[in-house]
């Protein structure tokens, strides 16, 4: 009796979800949020539900993070043991909550004010003894030089994030005007014209991946925020939707429209819990405001939105996995062309933007099309969200024009290193663009050009900062370890590739430098030259400008095997 019972509540689950868009992981959210773990009973339920095979439901959910497989699981605590965490005593609040049956979790996306801990769906700042309080995300600060902001314009207003604090700060003046006034190809227009390109890493133009969406054939069309944000010392998206949720809706709509797309997605990180509540509520009021679902505005244009948390994977940012996970498959990436504008959800054209991209719209629309161009220096057009963390006085989000000096942002706004210290490195990309130092931090300015013609790449714009104490073999096999463990597996060069640059930087190896050097290099370049993503591509840069910036370090490592 208690069996069937059972049986018959998982059945509600599942039709609940069967017949909604993108259901997979909604439903196996359902599932581990009613029992605290993914229990076998449940997962045989969900494969018979789905009609999956129960070995592949199995391969893809033991390949995210966070569903729990034992009871209790989902209440345990995760700690951030990422590359800021772990100069925080990520290690030791750990063990500090060993008792509770914490375990380690990558980067959780809250570099400024580390340490993160998740228990169940609350996430909390610990410390190295392991004492936790809860605080909301940092507010970005406002720059000491009162430059012009585009993302963050409005964000320090009250309320901005309710939607009448939105409103009443210029919020929907953009998509009002836009579907009152202009053609979808007039929009498109305009954002061409911004010349604002994406912001999630790859810096594809937007009004150029809007175009290809609205030339495309297949409907219907969908436009995906990518919020996964996995990129260790990158936590610019979550201050976005948590402090503007409006503005991220509202691009999301201008994609929309200006596409021709019908649905949408917030694809969430599963690390940002009260975001998910908060975005949600924003969801509702934009339905009840007639700012979403039917007759957005008054007039015939159409838009549903969902949200589809994930579970904890790096991959998953990367837009082929996206969509695979989203799809309820295997989230490896998938091999490109064909391109998600033309073969993206289901197989049909899809705008994959970041949330800092889709926020920018929004405001771009609000103004005239030569104003963000403007707002960037030396011919670069634009800002930047930096998220800047580690060993400086005053880290969190800053939104940059770009051009600035690096030395700037780092000295004169975020207000240098700890005292009496000097910095050693500054990552870029988050991680993906490996250390710059010495005098590039004097003669860098904050541009893709400028950036990449110091070998790395500015990408999402996560910076963290080394200083003078820090042992960089240590911070670059940290960084690598991240790599190897969410290394999807689907190609070899980056998935043993990964595991070989661990096993050196932790002591493994010859014990000839020249000879160390020689097999490094070799891994590097075969990864750069045939990894199938940009993760396998990415992870090899972290050990070249180890080696280029640091070549003392790297030969006492060779020589000591520490
Ligand atoms: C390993 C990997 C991880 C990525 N993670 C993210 C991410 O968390 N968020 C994001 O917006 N883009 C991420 N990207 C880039 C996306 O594939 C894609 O280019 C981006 O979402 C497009 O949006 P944009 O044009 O607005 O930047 C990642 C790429 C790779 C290779
Ligand atoms: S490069 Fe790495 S992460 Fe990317 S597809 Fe290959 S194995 Fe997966």
């Known amino acids: 009796m208690i069996a069937n019972n059972q049986e018959s509540t998982d059945q509600q689950l599942i039709e609940r979800w069967r017949g909604q868009p993108a259901p997979f992981l909604a439903l196996l959210h359902a599932f581990h949020n009613r029992d605290g773990y993914l229990s076998e009973t449940a997962m045989r339920a969900i494969a018979k539900g789905l009609r999956q095979p129960i070995a592949d439901l199995f391969a893809t959910v033991t390949f995210y993070h966070h569903f729990a497989r034992a009871a209790g699981g989902l209440k345990q605590p995760r700690v951030c043991t990422g590359p800021v965490c772990r100069l925080r005593g990520g290690d030791a609040c750990l063990a500090a909550l060993a008792a509770q049956g914490a375990t380690p979790m990558p980067c959780a996306g809250r570099c400024d004010e580390p340490i993160p801990v998740l228990i169940g769906h609350e996430q909390w700042v610990g410390d190295a003894a392991g004492n936790l309080a809860r605080r909301p995300t940092p507010l970005p600060p406002a720059n000491p030089a009162g430059i012009e902001e585009c993302v963050f314009a409005q964000i320090r207003q009250p309320g901005r994030n309710t939607l009448a604090g939105y409103r009443a700060t210029g919020g929907y003046a953009g998509l009002t005007r836009a579907v009152t006034q202009l053609t979808p190809a007039a929009v498109i227009e305009h954002l061409k014209a911004s010349k604002l390109a994406g912001r999630g890493g790859a810096g594809f133009p937007t009004g150029q991946k809007w175009q290809a969406v609205a030339d495309a054939l297949g409907t219907p069309k969908t436009i995906i ?18 402090y503007d949720p409006f503005a991220v809706i509202e691009g999301m709509t201008l994609a929309a429209y200006a596409t021709g797309a019908t649905r949408g997605f917030l694809y969430l990180r599963y690390e940002y819990p009260e975001t998910l509540a908060l975005f949600e509520q924003a969801i509702d009021a934009a339905y009840t405001a007639n700012l979403l679902g039917v007759r957005i505005l008054d007039s015939d244009f159409q838009f549903d939105l969902y949200i589809r948390r994930g579970a904890g994977a790096y991959i998953c940012g990367e837009e082929g996995s996206l969509l695979n996970s989203l799809e309820g498959k295997h989230p490896f990436p998938r091999n490109r ?30 103004h005239s099309p030569d104003w963000y161009p403007g707002l960037g220096r030396n011919g670069h057009a634009g800002t930047k969200v930096i998220s800047l963390s580690g060993d400086i006085q005053r880290p969190g989000n800053y939104e940059v024009p770009f051009g600035l000096p690096l030395r700037t942002l780092l000295y004169d706004w975020a207000g240098g290193p700890p005292v009496d210290r000097a910095i050693q490195a500054v990552t870029m990309a988050g991680i993906s663009g490996g250390f710059l130092s010495g005098d590039d931090l004097d003669s860098a300015t904050i541009d893709e050009p400028s950036i990449r013609s110091k070998g790395s790449m500015l990408g999402a714009a996560g910076m963290i900062v080394f200083d003078d104490r820090r042992d960089m073999i240590a911070a670059a096999h940290n960084v690598i370890e991240f790599f190897a463990h969410e290394s999807c597996g689907k190609c070899f060069p980056c998935r043993i590739g990964t595991q070989r640059l661990v096993e050196r930087l932790a002591g493994g190896g010859p014990a000839d430098l020249a000879l160390w050097l020689e097999e ?36 006492a490592h060779v020589k000591h095997q520490t």
């Open 225 to 242: 925020c990518n919020a996964d944000e996995g990129e260790p010392g990158c936590f610019k998206d979550r201050a976005i939707l948590d």
């Open 337 to 366: 062309p064909p391109f998600p504008v033309t073969h993206g959800f289901e197989d049909l054209p899809t705008v994959v933007n970041n949330v800092e991209t889709l926020a920018a719209a929004a405001q771009i629309m609000r």
């Open 520 to 555: 490094v290099n070799d891994l590097n370049s075969t990864m750069k030259a045939v990894s199938a993503c940009g993760l396998g591509m990415a992870a090899p840069l972290v050990i070249e400008s180890l080696i280029q910036r640091f070549p003392a370090q790297v030969a």
